[in-house]
C-alpha cells in the first residue's frame, strides 16, 4: 500500500475479513492486521446464520456453496419435562428459518476474497490509522491495552462441538434439548443444552454438536473413546437420527455474557485517531441462541452504513460519527443478550416449580401464534439491518 491506510483493522476473523471488503468496496484504503492462528486443526463448528448475514456474505460473493451450505427448514426444541417448540419456515412462508454454514469453508472463501483485493493489505502488526477497528474476539488483546473494561459474566457452562454422521438424513431440522447431567463431586444434576445442527446439504447425514455442560464433565466428555462419547449423547438425547458416528475432533469453549464498557473511543496521545471495537471483541453471548457472529456481522453493516452516511467534511476519527454506530448497535446487542441469558438461566434452575413453570411456558408459547412468529422473524434476522 502506497498511501497510509483510512481504517487498521485488528484481527482477521470472519466480523475483520468482512468489515475490510465491504469498506474496500467504500474505495477505503484497509490495512488487516492477522495474527498467526493458535488454532490446533481446523474449526469443527457450524454456524446458524440469518438472512441479513447471509445477504451481505452473498453480496460479497463469499457464501459457500452447497453441501458447505445447509438451509434450515425446522427447528425443534425440547424442554425438560414434555414441553416442547417448533418453529417452522413454512409457517411463515419463508423457504428457511437460517442456514447451517461449514466454517473453515467461509473463512476460506473470505480469505480468498481478501487476496483479490487490492485496497486491503494484510499486515503482521498494526499501524496509525484514522480510524482503528478492532475484531479480535472475546480475548483482544487491544481492548484492554486501550483501558476498556470488558464486563463478564462467566456461565457455569462449556460448549463442547464436534461433527457426527448419523444412520438417518436430518431433514434440514436442528434440533435442541435442555437437559441435566450428572457431573463428577456433584450430587445434584447439572443444567445442560444440547443441540445437533444439520450439515451437509439438503438430504445430509450429517450433525454438528454443540453441548454445554458444566465445566467439571467436559474432561470425562473427552476422555471418552469416540463410540463411548456418541453412547453417552444418545443416552442425553435419545436416538431422533438413528446411531451416530463421531466423525470430527472434540472442541470445547468456555461460556460467557460479556459486553464492553464503551464501543468507540480516541486513541491514547492522538486526537486525530479514534477507535471502534466490533463483534466479540465488543460482546460476547451464550451459543445456544446461534447469535453470536449474526449480531457481529450486523455491527458491520451498522458500521459501514454510519461511514456510507458520513458528511464530506467530517473526518473518519470523529467522534459525533462513530457515536451514530455505538448507539444504534449496543441497544440491540443489549437485548440479545437478555434474550440469550434469560433462557440459560431459566432452564438451569432446578426444583419441579421452575421445571413445571418453563415447560408449560414452553407449550403456550408454541401456541401463541402471533408472538412466536414475531420472535421468529427476529432471529431469522428479517428486521436486521444489512450493509446497502
Ligand atoms: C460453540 C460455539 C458455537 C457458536 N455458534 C454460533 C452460531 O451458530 N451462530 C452465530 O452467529 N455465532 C455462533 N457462535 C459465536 C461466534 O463464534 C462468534 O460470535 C464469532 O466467531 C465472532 O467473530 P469475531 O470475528 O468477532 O471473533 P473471532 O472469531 O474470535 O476472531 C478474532 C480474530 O482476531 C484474531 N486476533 C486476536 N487477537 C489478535 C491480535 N492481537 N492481533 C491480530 N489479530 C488478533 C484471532 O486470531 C481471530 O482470527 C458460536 C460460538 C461458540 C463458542
Request: aromatic share 6%; hydrophobic share 45%; net charge neutral.
Amino acid at each position: 500500500m502506497a498511501n497510509p491506510p483510512d481504517i487498521c483493522i485488528r484481527g482477521a476473523g470472519i466480523v475483520g475479513r468482512t468489515l475490510a471488503l465491504l469498506l474496500a468496496r467504500e474505495r477505503l484504503r484497509v490495512a488487516l492486521v492477522d495474527a498467526p492462528s493458535q488454532a490446533k486443526g481446523p474449526d469443527v463448528r457450524a454456524y446458524s446464520l440469518n438472512s441479513a448475514a447471509q445477504r451481505m456474505l452473498q453480496d460479497l460473493r463469499c457464501w459457500p456453496d452447497s453441501p458447505a451450505v445447509t438451509p434450515v427448514h425446522q427447528m425443534q426444541v425440547f424442554g425438560d419435562h414434555g414441553g416442547a417448540l417448533n418453529f417452522g419456515a413454512q409457517d411463515l412462508g419463508a423457504g428457511e428459518l437460517n442456514w447451517m454454514v461449514d466454517v473453515p469453508v467461509l473463512e476460506e472463501r473470505l480469505a480468498a476474497a481478501v487476496q483479490f483485493q487490492p485496497l486491503i493489505e494484510v499486515l503482521s502488526s498494526p499501524v496509525a490509522a484514522p480510524l482503528t477497528v478492532v475484531c479480535e474476539g472475546r480475548a483482544s488483546q487491544t481492548r484492554a491495552e486501550l483501558g476498556v473494561a470488558f464486563d463478564i459474566t462467566a456461565y457455569e457452562q462449556h460448549a463442547l462441538a464436534t461433527r457426527l454422521r448419523c444412520e438417518l438424513p436430518h431433514g434440514g431440522v436442528a434440533r435442541q434439548w435442555f437437559t441435566w447431567g450428572q457431573v463428577p463431586g456433584r450430587t445434584q444434576a447439572q443444567a445442560e443444552i444440547l443441540a445437533l445442527l444439520p450439515l451437509g446439504g439438503e438430504g445430509g447425514h450429517e450433525v454438528a454438536l454443540v453441548w454445554s455442560v458444566h465445566p467439571l464433565r467436559v474432561p470425562h466428555l473427552l476422555g471418552l473413546s469416540e463410540q463411548e462419547f456418541a453412547d453417552e449423547l444418545a443416552q442425553a438425547c435419545g436416538i431422533a437420527l438413528g446411531p451416530m458416528t463421531v466423525t470430527a475432533e472434540r472442541a470445547v469453549w468456555p461460556l460467557q455474557l460479556a459486553r464492553a464498557s464503551r464501543w468507540i473511543g480516541e486513541m491514547p496521545g492522538s486526537s486525530k485517531q479514534a477507535f471502534v471495537l466490533a463483534g466479540d471483541a465488543a460482546h460476547a453471548l451464550h451459543p445456544l441462541a446461534g447469535q453470536g457472529l449474526n449480531v457481529g456481522l450486523a455491527d458491520v453493516a451498522e458500521l459501514v452504513r454510519v461511514i456510507q452516511g458520513k458528511e464530506f467534511w467530517r473526518p473518519l476519527h470523529d467522534a459525533k460519527l462513530l457515536r451514530r454506530y455505538e448507539r444504534a448497535r449496543q441497544a440491540d446487542v443489549q437485548a440479545m443478550g437478555w434474550v440469550t441469558d434469560g433462557l440459560q438461566r431459566l432452564f438451569a434452575q432446578p426444583g419441579p416449580v421452575w421445571q413445571n413453570l418453563r415447560n408449560w411456558g414452553m407449550r403456550g408459547f408454541d401456541r401463541s401464534g402471533p408472538l412466536k412468529n414475531w420472535m421468529t422473524r427476529q432471529a431469522m434476522g428479517g428486521d436486521a439491518p444489512s450493509a446497502h
